[in-house]
């Protein structure tokens, strides 16, 4: 779940970019970790790697929403302290794939230490049911 709210250290961020979400980890205002293509070479996935930006670049106009954990993923989530190091240390890391590495795997690697990214899971679910439709 997602609340548009004033994000704290060490939270998962995200904004509405029309067609998908874009994640990031929230230090500060000045500090927000994410996966992108640096300004000026947006437009060639190849050149994303992990960046920090500030709070308003990364929002680009949108409105920020802050993660809001359930039961169950307060009791595998890291430290603000854990999350923010882990981002820290993963600057500069390419080998962006919008499947299998894209910025929701990044800010769910840094929160849980899993590459996990809803987004993708929810569009192979869709195209799933598509072609279980499509074969009856």
């Given at each position: 779940m997602w609340e548009m709210k004033n994000p704290k250290y060490g939270d998962q961020i995200r904004v509405?970019?029309?067609?998908y979400y874009h994640h990031g980890i929230?230090?500060?205002?000045?500090?927000?970790?994410h996966f992108a293509s640096p300004i000026g070479s947006e437009?060639?996935?190849?050149?994303?790697?992990v960046i920090v930006t500030t709070l308003k670049d990364f929002l680009?106009?949108?409105n920020?929403?802050?993660r809001i954990y359930t039961a169950d993923e307060l009791k595998i989530k890291k430290s603000p302290q854990e999350i923010i190091e882990y981002a820290k240390n993963h600057l500069g890391e390419g080998g962006y794939d919008l499947i299998t590495n894209n910025c929701e795997h990044f800010s769910?690697?840094?929160?849980?230490?899993?590459?996990i990214s809803n987004q993708v899971d929810e569009v192979f679910s869709l195209l799933?049911?598509?072609?279980?439709e499509n074969r009856r």
């Open positions: 509405n970019r029309g067609f929230y230090e500060n205002d000045d500090r927000v970790y437009v060639n996935p190849q050149n994303a790697k680009k106009g949108g920020v929403e802050v769910n690697r840094c929160a849980f230490g899993q590459s799933g049911g598509l072609f279980y």
